[in-house]
């Protein structure tokens, strides 16, 4: 086992959002406001908001905290999406260790992984033509 209980693709996570999963986006305020997030809002349903780690690397000790205060069921299908899929594993293995069984990875993430130029513009959320929107 990987740790968490697996990972789903950007269309994948999407339908579990509109069948009761949470979507969390750990990225950081930054990328939040600078390159946009999730907009599930046709599903009815909310994008959460919780940093992985804050601008310059820094961890964010209070992220189980957080994550608590959403006050979901351990049970309920967690979706976790960073910019490419990386930072969301550690997001999943640590919710996986606290106790929330179904906790998992969003391949790609928002923005996927960089072309050889180094645009992000190849896979991911984005890309996949689901719904974004910048933050008001």
């Given at each position: 086992?990987?740790?968490?209980?697996?990972?789903?693709?950007?269309?994948?996570?999407w339908e579990l959002v509109r069948d009761g999963a949470v979507l969390v986006d750990v990225r950081t305020v930054g990328e939040w406001q600078q390159i946009g997030v999730p907009d599930t809002s046709e599903l009815g349903k909310?994008?959460?908001f919780i940093?992985?780690?804050?601008?310059?690397?820094?961890?964010?000790?209070?992220?189980?905290?957080?994550?608590?205060a959403?006050?979901?069921?351990?049970?309920?299908?967690l979706l976790?999406?960073?910019?490419?899929g990386q930072r969301s594993i550690g997001a999943a293995m640590t919710?996986?260790?606290?106790?929330y069984t179904n906790s998992?990875?969003?391949?790609?993430?928002?923005?996927?992984?960089?072309?050889k130029v180094g645009t992000r513009d190849v896979e991911?959320?984005?890309?996949?033509?689901?719904?974004w929107k910048f933050p008001e």
């Open positions: 086992m990987a740790g968490y209980a697996g990972d789903v693709t950007p269309q994948q996570a909310d994008t959460h940093e992985w780690v804050h601008a310059g690397g820094i961890p964010n000790e209070r992220f189980l905290e957080q994550l608590e959403l006050d979901v069921a351990k049970d309920t299908p976790f999406i960073c910019r490419s919710a996986t260790q606290a106790g998992y990875n969003v391949l790609q993430g928002f923005e996927g992984s960089a072309d991911g959320w984005k890309v996949a033509g689901l719904p």
